[in-house]
């Protein structure tokens, strides 16, 4: 039986997955950009999509996409963790 009060481990787990691919991609991002660029641009490129030429349009000033994901990756890196943190403290309690 589950008391309503704590996570279920799943929940735990599934949210610290997501939380390792985010932090996966930042690693990326920051240094492994010409990879990370590449393989976004690659896979743009072969998938059909909606909305596909508007992020391929976004992708051609590569120095302003680095600086907006960037800055972008920061403000998630901060809420990733903090996020963890409360909810490993909300399993743990």
Do not use: C, H
């Amino acid at each position: 039986m589950s008391n309503i009060e704590t996570l279920p481990l799943g929940f735990v787990l599934a949210f610290l997955l997501f939380s390792v691919m985010f932090l996966s991609n930042t690693y990326k991002l920051w240094f492994k950009t010409d990879m990370y660029y590449q393989d976004i641009k690659d896979s743009l490129t072969r998938t059909p999509m909606p909305f596909k030429d508007f992020f391929l349009k976004r992708l051609e000033n590569r120095k302003r996409w680095e600086v907006e994901q960037k800055i972008f990756s920061v403000i998630g890196f901060v809420t990733v963790i903090g996020a963890d943190v409360l909810v490993l403290m909300a399993y743990f309690r």
